[in-house]
Structure formats: C-alpha cells, structure tokens
C-alpha cells in the first residue's frame, strides 16, 4: 500500500539527504584522481561508484533493516517489507571518468513494486532533482514541469548516442525522428531525462537502460507533468530502454516509432 503523503515527504527527504552525501562522496573523486576500471560489459567502474554505493547502502539498512536494496555495483538484498530501494551511484560513468559532469547519484524507492519516489542528484552541477507521488515534482526546492512544446517541429530531441539506437534495434525511429524536430542534441544518460522534466528539453531517446536507471525517473517525470514509458509506451521501469516525452508529444513520438515498425 502507498503511504500517506507526510510518510511518502518523509522517505523523500530522507532519500535527498542521502543522495546528497553520496554527492559529495563521488564529487571528491570527481575533483581528484582515480583509476576507472572495466566491467565485463565493458562500462566503467571507479572507486567512487563503490563507496558512494556502500554508504547509501549502510544508510538505508540502518534506517529500514526490513527493506530491499538493489544497486548497480552490489547487487540485490532481499528484503521483508513491500519497500525497494533501487541505487545507482553513478549514472553516466563515462563522463565521470572523462571529467564531464554530466552525471548522476540516482535513488529510487518501490512500494509494492510500484516505483513511487526518485531523487537524481547531479553534484558536479549542484542540481538535485526529486518527486515522490502526488507530491510533485522539484528541482533545487522550485517545482519542476516538463514544456508545453507542441510539436515535433519545434521541438528538442535528447539522445546519449543516436547511432546506438540502430545497434538496439530502434535505428529507423530515432532517424525519422531526428528528421522531424527542430534540434537534436546529446546531452545524454540520466541529464537526458532531466533536462526534459526540467522544461529544457521535450524529448529524451535512451535504447539501453536498466532498472536502476529508469527507477528514480518514472516519478519525476511524471510528477513533471510527462511520460516515461519504454520504446512500446508501455509504462515501467522494467523495459530495458526508455522514452521520456512532455507529455504533449508523447503520441506523436511512438506513432514515428510504430509506423517504423509497420513499414
């Protein structure tokens, strides 16, 4: 069951806190020096993923001893509540390591496996993002909306990497797209969705995402009055890719995509 809305405000403000000092944690390593390291996926990891994750990690079982925790780096601990916490303590690792700081400290909560809260703390830009739902949605205390762009024409198209879409399947799509809005711009991983929840961009294309990357942002982008759904519009955080729109350009968006299907 879904809290009520003091309960829902005090497990976001926690969860701000949180991943404010995992800020801090990553922006000392950010401002210093580290060695990155390749996963078998061949992403980056770094000292810094690790701590930040294992103090978020420290804090939420101390806090809730009965809840989930499911992180990029360590994995899953089950839990005995009907509470998830969903971390990831770097999103956007390869600007981290190439000194860009685009880059987030994502914190998203499950209850009944619904995700209903989602801080992005970028430490690099001093910008925290947070929703929690029915709540609305904020960026640096203000509240948060998506744009009122009505058509693709006019509007503003986020990738972190156009040409992956064809590697994931999607390539047709995100062609036809391009073609059809005003700009189209990189400014990618999990800054993408933010820009469009923040009213600065209307669309934001990511082919390849996991859970823990889309967890936080279901609800602040929604709170922000748009849609985040997978490349069906289907609405989850369970996808495997994702789509955030203004909500205004939501339907002309999966239309580009199902036409490219039918064709």
């Not at 990029?72 to 990831?88: A, F, H, T, Y």
């Not at 609305?136 to 009505?150: K, L, M, Q, Y």
């Not at 936080?216 to 519009?233: K, N, R």
């Not at 203004?246 to 299907?261: D, H, M, P, Q, Y």
Request: hydrophobic share 40%.
């Amino acid at each position: 069951m879904i809290p009520d809305s003091a309960e829902l405000k005090a497990l976001l403000d926690l969860a701000v806190a949180l991943a404010r000092h995992a800020g801090e944690i990553t922006n000392r390593y950010f401002k210093g020096s580290f060695v990155a390291e390749r996963k078998a996926d061949n992403s980056f990891v770094t000292a810094a993923d690790r701590e930040a994750e294992r103090y978020l990690r420290t804090q939420i079982e101390k806090a809730f001893p009965e809840d989930a925790i499911l992180g990029e780096e360590e994995g899953e601990k089950p839990g005995r509540s009907n509470r998830r916490w969903i971390l990831d303590p770097i999103d956007g690792t390869y600007s981290f390591v190439r000194g860009v700081p685009l880059y987030g400290v994502l914190i998203g909560l499950e209850i009944d496996s619904e995700a209903v809260l989602g801080v992005v703390n970028l430490p690099a830009l001093n910008e925290v993002i947070c929703a929690a739902r029915g709540l609305g949605c904020f960026w640096n205390d203000a509240p948060a909306r998506v744009s009122a762009t009505e058509s693709l024409g006019d509007a503003l198209l986020l990738a972190t990497d156009f040409s992956s879409c064809e590697q994931y399947g999607f390539g047709r799509a995100a062609e036809i797209l391009q073609r059809q809005v005003n700009a189209r711009r990189t400014w990618g991983d999990v800054y993408g969705h933010v820009l469009v929840a923040t009213g600065r961009a209307d669309i934001m294309l990511d082919p390849i995402m996991k859970v823990w990357d889309c967890a936080p942002l279901l609800p602040i982008v929604e709170e922000a009055g748009g849609t985040f759904t997978d490349w069906q519009g289907q609405r989850t955080i369970h996808g495997g890719n994702a789509i955030s729109t203004n909500g205004i350009l939501f339907e002309s968006v999966i239309a580009a995509i199902r036409n490219t299907e039918r064709s």
